[in-house]
């Protein structure tokens, strides 16, 4: 009886509700704060350098410089094979038989995801270029031109939708670490050819990075694909993944 009456003085304490919702939350607040907010801030802080400069940063031509040094015959066809296995549309066919897959398992919720993600990082990218309209660097003749503005690059962008994407839709299996570790070396490898074939500032690519990064993961916290279970005791498929959750239900039936 004590204990119920100390629950409910608890429970009527708004310092103790705060502390209590802060604990069972701290993993949602921390992923918004280190996967939403600082990475958008780090893309406004280039936007806005670069709108004010469109040569780019100070680091920018030296590090292209640096990567051009080491170009050799292997080197370039090694780079415009990457650049071709990075194109958007490469990474949208890559996702759409996805997207089939996850729509004949019946794994709606996964779906959403995907296309909300990807659609939208396709649609930001666009944007951003239009509006920022910076050119590609002039350092020297590119084996693989491009004509298209440069900021944010396209080709970064992709990499990390695609990675986030995969990583989110495994997280409840032992495949996260597969797709973290070759999902990883994919992200640095794209970035690599496109600084190595000259068309982007290495700040086109940290830009493409950190929007797509801080995309991807708000749009996991609305949708929260990583709440579903890979798979049920008796082998069926997840009610959540074909029913809204209680709290979007109700969000519905308040409207």
């Known amino acids: 009886m004590e ?13 103790s509700f705060l502390k209590n919702l802060l604990i069972a939350r701290w993993r949602s607040l921390l992923l918004l704060l280190i996967g939403v907010y600082l990475p958008l801030q ?6 806005v350098k670069i709108w004010e400069n469109q040569a780019g940063l100070p ?11 080491t170009v050799n015959p292997q080197l370039d066809v090694l780079a415009v094979a990457l650049a071709t296995f990075g194109l958007p549309w490469t990474a949208m066919l890559i996702l759409g038989a996805i997207a089939l897959i996850l729509l004949l398992q019946k794994r709606w919720r996964s779906l959403a995801y995907l296309l909300t993600a990807s659609l939208g990082s396709v649609i930001i990218n666009r944007i951003a270029k239009q509006l920022m309209h910076r050119v590609r660097p002039q350092l020297w003749q590119s084996i693989a031109p491009e004509s298209s503005f440069a900021f944010p690059s396209a080709h970064a962008m992709t990499s990390i939708t695609l990675v986030a994407i995969l990583l989110f839709l ?19 490898a794209i970035a690599w050819c496109r600084l190595y074939l000259g068309v982007h500032f290495p700040s086109d690519i940290l830009a493409g990075w950190m929007v797509a990064l801080g995309w991807t993961i708000g749009v996991s916290l609305i949708i929260t694909p990583d709440r579903t279970t890979a798979k049920s005791v008796d082998g069926d498929r997840p009610e959540d993944e074909t029913t809204l959750l209680p709290e979007e239900r109700k969000l519905i039936t308040e409207e």
Do not use: C
């Not at 204990?3 to 310092?15: F, G, H, I, M, R």
């Not at 680091?59 to 040094?69: K, T």
């Open 59 to 69: 680091w920018d031509v030296p590090i292209l410089l640096a990567v051009h040094s």
């Open 3 to 15: 204990k119920v009456k100390t629950a409910n003085q608890e429970s009527q304490s708004p310092l």
């Open 42 to 47: 780090v893309f406004e802080m280039l936007t």
């Open 170 to 188: 495994t997280w409840a299996s032992s495949w996260r670490w597969l797709v973290l570790i070759f999902g990883s070396l994919y992200i640095i």
